[in-house]
């Protein structure tokens, strides 16, 4: 979506609608001050957003306590809309192949248990890889970039380490071997590449390696955590969240580590970036006197 001749307005259901007209003059602002663009005024707790294409953004809605959602806002009217009308349980943490047609997501079994579900949004038939007994569950799940496998962080024999499974939820391979926690991968555009976070050296930090484990770098390297990192689309550049400076930040880098950018200054939490699909934007969730909301901010 282009962004440079659209104006936003505040709709009376509290989310944002975005039309023709203004929207050029908002962005002067955003690009000089670099100052974040508010997108939802309901502050409800939020979650996981992610995009399904330019104009449609993904999110978790805390709807109530015992309930959280799965949304779909787009982006160029404003309307919102469950992303999936037949769930009866909790969904959480979604993530879409970069064709649109598969939906990864965690349902709720019970209260300690969550099953991975991988959604062919189409044909709507599913398949589920249910978690073992006990208290666990998976965390994390992304796509391969060529969008034939899913990715996600699993815990077994005391290790949460990253897996992955084929659309149909078979074929578990094991990408990480290490007694540290390992979440939140995301692949570069080639799948050369495999990003994600661990604390296997004593607090979160950042690492890539190769998908079959080999080739570990880390990437950062600070006392505070660094957590949900993000190859950007072109995997130029990573989009992640820091605590290095007293809170909940936005940060980007390079994707050797160096060039380190500050997003966001703001002495309340902002977290969960995610880029748009034209690697010029990242949306964010973002704490503002207690509320939280999604925002948009400008880093080309």
């Known amino acids: ?82 992303l999936h009308t037949d769930a009866k349980s909790q969904e959480l943490e979604p993530a879409f192949s970069d064709d649109g047609v598969y939906c990864v997501f965690l349902r709720a079994r019970g209260a300690l248990s969550v099953e991975l579900v991988i959604r062919n949004e189409r044909e709507k038939t599913e398949a589920i ?15 391969f970039r060529h969008g034939k496998r899913v990715v996600f962080s699993y815990a077994e024999d005391g290790r949460q380490d990253i897996f992955s499974v084929n659309l149909q939820g078979e074929d578990r391979q094991q990408h990480t071997q290490n007694n540290g926690m390992n979440y939140w991968p995301s692949f570069s555009p080639s799948d050369e590449q495999l990003l994600f976070g661990s604390t296997r050296d004593g607090n979160y930090e950042i690492y890539r390696m190769k998908p079959d484990g080999s080739e570990v770098v880390r990437l950062t390297n600070h006392p505070f955590q660094d ?16 605590h290095r400076d007293g809170n909940f930040e936005i940060y980007l880098m390079d994707t050797n580590g160096d060039n380190l950018q500050r997003v966001t200054n703001h002495p309340e939490r902002d977290d969960f970036p995610t880029w748009h699909p034209d690697g010029r934007h990242l949306v964010m969730i973002s704490e503002r006197q207690g509320s939280h909301d999604l925002y948009m901010v400008e880093v080309d």
């Open 1 to 82: 979506m282009d962004f440079s001749n659209m104006a936003i307005t505040k709709l009376p259901n509290g989310y944002l609608t975005i039309v023709t007209g203004v929207w050029a003059c908002l962005m002067v602002a955003m690009v000089e001050g670099s100052e974040p663009q508010r997108l939802t005024y309901d502050g409800r707790i939020k979650m996981g957003p992610t995009f399904l294409d330019d104009e449609e953004l993904i999110f978790v809605d805390l709807a109530k306590p015992e309930l959280t959602s799965i949304l779909r806002m787009n982006l160029r009217d404003g309307t919102i809309e469950p």
């Open 129 to 143: 890889v249910p978690p073992a007994n006990g208290f666990c569950g998976f965390r994390t799940p992304a796509f």
């Open 227 to 242: 957590v949900r990192p993000q190859y950007s689309p072109d995997g130029k550049r990573i989009a992640f969240t820091s």
